[in-house]
């Protein structure tokens, strides 16, 4: 079970910090990230890391921007600076059993409920 936090409104040029809680299940053998689904639109990747958490990679639309990391428990965290109005989303984490990053949803088994971000302008 995956419980993700931290969404709200923002501003544009903010930074924002979201919180995924895995229950459940070897979190250290799972590769994690983060989607988002903006209204009208198709669920996006944004970031991955994998399962030792020393591997990353970014969508190019936050590149620079977002930083993903993880603990040895059962937290993954998006960090991303910098907020632009099209990054208002609903932003899902989700857990993958492939342990290395990967960068398509079908690839995930595990999603979180999601959290909306709305970034005014």
């Known amino acids: 079970q995956l419980q993700a936090f931290g969404g709200g409104f923002l501003q544009t040029g903010a930074s924002l910090g979201l919180t995924c809680v895995v229950a459940?299940?070897?979190?250290?053998?799972?590769?994690m990230g983060w989607f988002r689904q903006a209204p009208g639109q198709a669920r996006e990747f944004v970031a991955t890391?994998?399962?030792?958490?020393?591997?990353t990679y970014y969508a190019d639309s936050v590149n620079g921007r977002a930083t993903i990391s993880r603990d040895n428990k059962d937290t993954v965290n998006l960090q991303m600076n910098n907020l632009k109005p099209d990054d208002t989303a609903v932003y899902y984490c989700?857990?993958?059993?492939?342990?290395?990053?990967?960068?398509?949803?079908?690839?995930?088994?595990?999603w979180g409920q999601g959290t909306l971000v709305t970034v005014s302008s």
């Open positions: 459940g299940g070897t979190f250290s053998t799972l590769t």
């Open positions: 890391i994998n399962s030792n958490g020393r591997n």
């Open positions: 989700a857990a993958s059993k492939i342990r290395t990053m990967v960068t398509s949803e079908y690839d995930y088994h595990f």
